[in-house]
C-alpha cells in the first residue's frame, strides 16, 4: 500500500513508518519538525529509522501543504500521528493542542475524502478516558469526562473521525496508547525526563509522592500493534494499546535506577493538575479484533532503553 505517516519524525511515528517500509508499504512522511523539543532528536531519528523513506517538511494544518502532497501521491491510507503531544504543557498552550489536534485532523479528513482516501489508522491517547471510569479501561465507556485540554482534543478527534465515516464511508481505526517508552522516546517524557536528571544529580519530581500508576507500553509492542491495525479494516473503531499490567511511580523510579545504575535524588510532590491517578489498558478488544498481545516486559524494556539513552547522549 502507499501510505502517508504523519508525525512520522516523532518518538512513535518515525518507528511506525520504518516497520511499514520492512513490511513492503510505500511510505511518505510528513512532519513539520516543530520546535517543541529539540529538533535534533527528530533529525536522528530521521537519519536511522526513514533514510530511504520520502519525507516532506508540511505541517497538516496548512492546506497547501496537504493540498499539494494529496495531488502529488494517491494514497491509500494514512497513518495520523502527528499531534501535539503532552498532557503538561497543554496548561501553558492550549491553543496549540485545539489548533493540531483538532483542526490538523480535520483538514487531513477533508484532504483524505476530496482526494478519495478512505482509510486512518490513527493515534489517540489513554488520557481519554479522563476521571470517574473504573480500571481497566475500557473502549466502551463514554470517555466524555476528559481532565485536560490534552485528552479533549485527542477524544475530539475520535468524535471527528466518527462524522467522517458517517458523511464520507472513511474508515477509521483509533488507537489509544498507554504511556509509550522506549528508544529514541520524547524528552518531555516521564522516563527521558528522569533518566537525563539523575545522571546530572539532579532531583526528579514525583507526583502525588510516588502513588501514581501508569500502564507503560513499550515502542515496539505499540508499533506492532500499529502495524495490525493498518493490516485490518475494521470500519469505525477506537481500540486500546496497552500492556495491561501498570506499575507505580515509586517502582518505574526504581527499576531506572537499576538500569541506570544511579540512585536518584527525588522531590516528593502531591499530585498535579491535569493528571490522573492511573492508567490501565483493558486490551481484550485488541486482542480479539487485531491479534495483540504486548510482548515487552517493564525490566527488560526499561533496560534497552537506559542502553539507548547511554550511548545517544554519550553518558
Ligand atoms: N508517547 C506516548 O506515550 C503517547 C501516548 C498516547 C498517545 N500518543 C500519541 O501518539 C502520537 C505520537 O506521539 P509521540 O510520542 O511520537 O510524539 P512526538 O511529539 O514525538 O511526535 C509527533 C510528531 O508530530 C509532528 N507534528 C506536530 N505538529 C505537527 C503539524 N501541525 N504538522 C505536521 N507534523 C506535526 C512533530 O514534529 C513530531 O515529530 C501523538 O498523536 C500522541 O498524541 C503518544
Same mark, same amino acid.
Given at each position: 500500500?502507499?501510505?502517508?505517516?504523519?508525525?512520522?519524525?516523532?518518538?512513535?511515528?518515525?518507528?511506525?513508518?520504518?516497520? *511499514?517500509?520492512?513490511?513492503?508499504?510505500?511510505?511518505?512522511?510528513?512532519?513539520?519538525?516543530?520546535?517543541?523539543?529539540?529538533?535534533?532528536?527528530?533529525?536522528?531519528?530521521?537519519?536511522?529509522?526513514?533514510? /530511504? %523513506?520520502?519525507?516532506?517538511?508540511?505541517?497538516?494544518?496548512?492546506?497547501?501543504?496537504?493540498?499539494?502532497?494529496?495531488?502529488?501521491?494517491?494514497?491509500?491510507? !494514512?497513518?495520523?500521528?502527528?499531534?501535539?503531544?503532552?498532557?503538561?504543557?497543554?496548561?501553558?498552550?492550549?491553543?496549540?493542542? !485545539?489548533?493540531?489536534?483538532?483542526?490538523?485532523?480535520?483538514?487531513? &479528513?477533508?484532504? =483524505?475524502?476530496?482526494?478519495?482516501?478512505?482509510?486512518?489508522?490513527?493515534?489517540?491517547?489513554?488520557?481519554?478516558?479522563?476521571?470517574?471510569?473504573?480500571?481497566?479501561?475500557?473502549?466502551?465507556?463514554?470517555?466524555?469526562?476528559?481532565?485536560?485540554?490534552?485528552?479533549?482534543?485527542?477524544?475530539?478527534?475520535?468524535?471527528?473521525?466518527?462524522?467522517?465515516?458517517?458523511?464520507?464511508? $472513511?474508515?477509521?481505526?483509533?488507537?489509544?496508547?498507554?504511556?509509550?517508552?522506549?528508544? +529514541?522516546?520524547?524528552? /518531555?517524557?516521564?522516563?527521558?525526563?528522569?533518566?537525563?536528571? =539523575?545522571?546530572?544529580?539532579?532531583? %526528579?519530581? $514525583?507526583?502525588?509522592?510516588?502513588?501514581?500508576?501508569?500502564? &507503560?507500553?513499550?515502542?515496539?509492542? $505499540?508499533?506492532?500493534?500499529?502495524?495490525?491495525?493498518?493490516?485490518?479494516?475494521?470500519?469505525?473503531?477506537?481500540?486500546?494499546?496497552?500492556?495491561?499490567?501498570?506499575?507505580? *511511580?515509586?517502582?518505574?523510579?526504581?527499576?531506572?535506577?537499576?538500569?541506570?545504575?544511579?540512585?536518584?535524588?527525588?522531590?516528593?510532590?502531591?499530585?498535579?493538575?491535569?493528571?490522573?491517578?492511573?492508567?490501565?489498558?483493558? $486490551?481484550?478488544?485488541?486482542?480479539?479484533?487485531?491479534?495483540?498481545?504486548?510482548?515487552?516486559?517493564?525490566?527488560?524494556?526499561?533496560?534497552?532503553?537506559?542502553? +539507548?539513552?547511554?550511548?545517544?547522549?554519550?553518558?
Amino acid at each position: 500500500m502507499k501510505i502517508l505517516v504523519t508525525g512520522g519524525a516523532g518518538f512513535i511515528g518515525s518507528a511506525v513508518a520504518s516497520r *511499514l517500509v520492512s513490511c513492503g508499504h510505500d511510505v511518505v512522511v510528513l512532519d513539520n519538525f516543530n520546535q517543541y523539543y529539540d529538533v535534533a532528536l527528530k533529525r536522528a531519528r530521521q537519519k536511522a529509522f526513514l533514510p /530511504d %523513506i520520502e519525507v516532506v517538511e508540511g505541517d497538516i494544518t496548512n492546506a497547501d501543504d496537504t493540498e499539494t502532497l494529496f495531488a502529488a501521491h494517491q494514497f491509500d491510507l !494514512v497513518c495520523h500521528l502527528a499531534a501535539q503531544a503532552g498532557v503538561r504543557y497543554s496548561v501553558e498552550a492550549p491553543e496549540v493542542y !485545539v489548533q493540531t489536534n483538532v483542526l490538523g485532523t480535520q483538514m487531513l &479528513f477533508e484532504a =483524505m475524502q476530496q482526494h478519495g482516501v478512505t482509510r486512518m489508522v490513527y493515534a489517540s491517547t489513554s488520557s481519554a478516558y479522563g476521571m470517574s471510569v473504573k480500571v481497566p479501561f475500557v473502549e466502551s465507556s463514554a470517555a466524555d469526562r476528559p481532565v485536560s485540554v490534552y485528552a479533549a482534543t485527542k477524544r475530539a478527534a475520535e468524535l471527528l473521525a466518527h462524522s467522517y465515516f458517517q458523511q464520507y464511508d $472513511i474508515e477509521t481505526t483509533s488507537l489509544r496508547f498507554f504511556t509509550v517508552y522506549g528508544p +529514541w522516546s520524547r524528552p /518531555d517524557m516521564a522516563m527521558l525526563k528522569f533518566a537525563q536528571k =539523575m545522571v546530572a544529580g539532579e532531583a %526528579i519530581d $514525583i507526583y502525588n509522592h510516588g502513588d501514581l500508576r501508569r500502564d &507503560f507500553t513499550y515502542i515496539d509492542d $505499540i508499533v506492532d500493534g500499529f502495524v495490525k491495525a493498518v493490516e485490518k479494516p475494521l470500519g469505525y473503531e477506537i481500540v486500546n494499546l496497552g500492556c495491561g499490567k501498570p506499575v507505580t *511511580l515509586t517502582q518505574f523510579v526504581s527499576e531506572l535506577e537499576d538500569a541506570l545504575g544511579v540512585t536518584a535524588k527525588k522531590n516528593m510532590l502531591p499530585m498535579q493538575q491535569g493528571d490522573v491517578y492511573e492508567t490501565y489498558a483493558d $486490551i481484550q478488544k485488541a486482542k480479539e479484533l487485531l491479534g495483540f498481545v504486548p510482548q515487552t516486559n517493564f525490566t527488560k524494556g526499561v533496560e534497552t532503553f537506559a542502553k +539507548w539513552f547511554v550511548d545517544y547522549y554519550n553518558v
